[in-house]
């Protein structure tokens, strides 16, 4: 299985910050990389997708980007809504695996 | 754009099955070009994968769970299933489906005990 490694596990950031998120593969998965979204008591919503594709809707401050084994999650201008649980996943080979997510909290 | 949603009950006890369907609307699952996935997520394991299944019949399953999972696909009522059988309460957890990676249902509560 490819595992998936994200660091930090959590991070306090404040409202107007400029915030990253890293995520390592253990295997080459070219781009096959998803980051989500997750609020308490909700379900994750897909933010990029493609390593770097901002899905439906997802506003420009998210940017995602890397290769292989290397991706990067940053979003801009925090605003209250977006302090929630980011997680990534890849689907280059199944199992599809997940990292192990980062709270990112006030 | 696709809506999913989940349901089922919501208590199983152990050693027997879990049965959950998921409805899909803005999309037609027996002509759709994706796949849809399951998966499952719990304090104690985080999210995790479930498996693949695809109208034509393909399956792929989590090696972890492959001797207790089948996943099915009812086209006429545009529905995915999931059956789990021999629960424990490992099996504890918010269950999703997903049509590939970008659409997520609200997810179902599945709580295993007696």
């Known amino acids: 299985d490819i595992q998936m490694t994200q660091s930090p596990s959590s991070l306090s950031a404040s409202v107007g910050d400029r915030v990253t998120i890293t995520c390592r593969a253990s295997?080459?998965?070219?781009?096959?990389l998803a980051w989500l979204q997750q609020k308490p008591g909700k379900a994750p919503k897909c933010l990029i997708y493609?390593?770097?594709t901002l899905h439906d809707g997802v506003p420009s401050k998210f940017s995602g980007s890397g290769s292989g084994t290397d991706f990067t999650l940053t979003i801009n201008s925090l605003q209250p809504e977006d302090f929630a649980s980011y997680y990534c996943?890849?689907?280059?080979?199944?199992?599809?695996?997940f990292g192990q997510g980062t709270k990112l909290d006030i | 754009q696709p809506q999913l949603e989940e349901s089922g009950p919501g208590l199983v006890k152990p050693s027997e099955t879990l049965s959950l369907t998921c409805t899909v609307s803005?999309?037609?699952?027996?002509?759709?070009?994706?796949?849809w996935n399951w998966i499952r997520q719990s304090p104690e394991k985080g999210l995790e994968w479930i498996g693949t299944?695809?109208?034509?019949?393909?399956?792929i399953y989590n090696p972890s769970l492959d001797s207790r999972v089948t996943l099915s696909v009812d086209s006429s009522k545009n529905q995915l299933s999931l059956s789990l059988r021999s629960v424990t309460a490992a099996d504890t957890a918010m269950y999703y489906c997903?049509?590939?990676?970008?659409?997520w249902g609200q997810g179902t509560l599945v709580t295993v005990s007696s």
């Open positions: 803005g999309d037609s699952i027996g002509s759709s070009k994706y796949y």
């Open positions: 295997q080459d998965i070219n781009n096959y």
């Open positions: 996943q890849q689907y280059k080979s199944y199992p599809h695996t």
């Open positions: 493609s390593a770097s």
């Open positions: 997903a049509r590939g990676v970008r659409y």
């Open positions: 299944v695809h109208h034509s019949g393909n399956t």
